[in-house]
């Protein structure tokens, strides 16, 4: 985040029918003391009625569901600084930023509850030194929250009254950490080495929720996982040299030890990055790095509508390790082309997953008894080509990739797609400017299909009680369609001495293309939800 003017007052303020935003900046003490506020608010969720109901209409849904098309997602952020100058090696930063993302997805047609909300807070304070022209050094103190809400399930109605059928997911993270870090240049050499400490706290919870005429509440199968405080220390150094006018070594080390339910898992994680650039600019380069995560994501993907639960390391879970090679180069083709390679492969231990029949639901045990470990395997070609001079500029890139997993303990030991796996992943941009006011903007994007678990068939179990049971072949064994969508915009510019102005209309997913999110259980089977179809959108902006 930039640094508040400390010259004079300044400011941008935008309104349009996607989002909103603003952003003002100024000196609180002139040339010593400056503020910056910024924000945006998504206005998609506020259309009015006439608008959303005529957008509904171009998006093909049914008439049924035009109160909740374009009103069940809304997002906002907020971020503020202050900064003040105490001399010229000496300043102080104190921020904070706050944001939310809300989905709400009920149906009353389906009787289907379907909502999601996360959001974080942060607050940080920063202190620089300049030691002198060789040594740099900053402190940062900070502490951030994280939410995540969901719930879903099935709810009905009659002359007896209304019952409610869900399921909820909750998760809460709180993070302190204090930070050293610095900067010293010798000759050929700059060093970076610092320490950190982090204390977490997390609490992981699912419950079943049955509601009956909307009042009294019953929760069934609540998993409450135990309140876990975690401690991280971590010690860094590396080396950036220059061993030569072609030739730089990045080289480091870093050390993390991190406490958990009085159990210590300390880790050391080497990195080397060596690049060689000739003298027409071409570059080719390598670099391997080995680093942990001391939480754990746990998905259930069924139908393509998953459920995320973010847990921490115990004494019995351990921190998600990962190794990474890469390799590229980059190579200017003339004074406006230039096309980069680089090519990845990582490979990753102590990842975790639901046992077989398991879910987060299936009893009141602690998530830890329901999970097995595994390791994974992610590798991939990107691709990029920048055309950054002249009227027409933009970009094309293309990543061809695969992410693995395997269990031994699921799918037979067979190794299975990566619920977010995407084997291709295409982005082509283009801006042309057809004078100093007047710019055309075009944007295409394709992604393979998220994979998911789908049953092939189903039988019934005649047992006290009758028992329908699910034949799956293997673990994410179908693909949601592709997404693809094409975005135009127009943009109108004007500076003025004092102030400015400006216009920016577009459509976004110009060919209505309907992108599924997820499947949604119907009577007849699966059917796929979207989020957005065609969007006509038109913002106003004014600078001063």
């Known amino acids: 985040m930039k640094e508040g003017n400390a010259q004079r007052f300044s400011g941008n303020l935008s309104s349009g029918m996607v989002a909103s935003k603003f952003l003002l900046e100024g000196p609180i003490i002139k040339d010593r003391t400056s503020f910056l506020i910024s924000g945006r608010r998504s206005m998609m969720d506020i259309y009015p009625t006439f608008v959303s109901s005529i957008l509904t209409d171009l998006g093909g849904l049914e008439t049924a569901a035009k109160d909740i098309y374009l009103r069940d997602y809304y997002f906002y952020d907020l971020n503020a600084k202050i900064n003040h100058r105490f001399s010229d090696k000496d300043k102080l930063f104190v921020s904070y930023y706050q944001s939310k993302d809300v989905y709400n ?105 049955l509601k ?71 570059l080719v ?112 890139s293309y990543t061809l990739s695969k992410s693995e997993r395997t269990f031994s303990e699921l799918n037979q030991g067979k190794t299975f797609l990566f619920s977010f796996d995407r084997l291709h992943d295409i982005s082509i941009s283009a801006m042309y400017q057809i004078n100093k006011n007047w710019s055309l903007g075009a944007n295409w994007v394709y992604a393979s299909g998220q994979p998911f678990t789908l049953a092939e068939s189903h039988y019934m179990v005649y047992i006290e009680p009758m028992q329908r049971v699910s034949y799956y072949s293997s673990i994410n064994n179908y693909r949601l369609p592709a997404y693809h969508r094409l975005d135009l915009s127009v943009n109108y510019t004007k500076q003025m001495k004092h102030w400015g102005y400006g216009f920016n209309m577009g459509i976004y997913n110009a060919y209505n293309r309907k992108n599924a999110y997820y499947l949604d259980g119907t009577p007849e089977g699966f059917a796929p939800v979207t989020l957005f179809g065609i969007l006509p959108y038109l913002s106003l902006s004014i600078n001063f």
């Not at 005429?213 to 150094?237: K, P």
């Not at 509508?305 to 590229?328: F, I, M």
């Not at 879910?359 to 395997?377: H, M, P, R």
Request: hydrophobic content about 35%.
């Open 105 to 209: 997805r009920n149906n009353p047609q389906a009787n289907r509850l379907n909502s999601k909300n996360w959001g974080n807070k942060t607050a940080a304070l920063r202190w620089t030194h300049l030691f002198d022209s060789q040594l740099f050094g900053a402190f940062t103190a900070y502490r951030t929250q994280y939410t995540y809400h969901s719930i879903y399930g099935d709810y009905y109605a009659d002359s007896l009254g209304s019952t409610e059928n869900s399921q909820a997911f909750k998760t809460g993270l709180r993070e302190t950490a204090a930070k050293l870090d610095f900067d010293y240049s010798q000759n050929k050499h700059r060093f970076n080495f610092g320490m950190q400490y982090i204390q977490q706290q997390m609490v992981p919870e699912i419950s079943r929720i």
């Open 285 to 396: 380069k390598g670099s391997y790095s080995r680093m942990t995560q001391n939480i754990h994501l746990l998905s259930d993907n069924w139908s393509g509508s998953p459920s995320d639960l973010w847990v921490p390391s115990t004494k019995n879970t351990a921190p998600e390790l990962s190794s990474q090679w890469v390799a590229g180069f980059y190579y200017p083709l003339s004074a406006s082309f230039s096309i980069e390679v680089e090519g990845f492969y990582k490979t990753m231990n102590h990842l975790i997953d639901f046992k077989a029949g398991s879910s987060f639901l299936t009893n009141q045990s602690s998530w830890e008894d329901k999970v097995v470990g595994g390791k994974g395997v992610a590798r991939g070609l990107e691709l990029q080509i920048k055309k950054e001079q002249g009227k027409l500029t933009g970009f094309l």
């Open 212 to 282: 009956e005429n909307l009042t009294s509440i019953a929760r069934l199968d609540t998993t409450i996982g135990q309140t876990v405080q975690t401690h991280t220390g971590i010690l860094y150094f590396d080396d950036e040299l220059a061993i030569t006018k072609h030739l730089t070594l990045n080289a480091g080390l870093r050390f993390s030890g991190h406490l958990t339910q009085g159990k210590l898992y300390p880790n050391l994680m080497p990195r080397m990055a060596l690049s060689y650039q000739w003298s027409n600019g071409f």
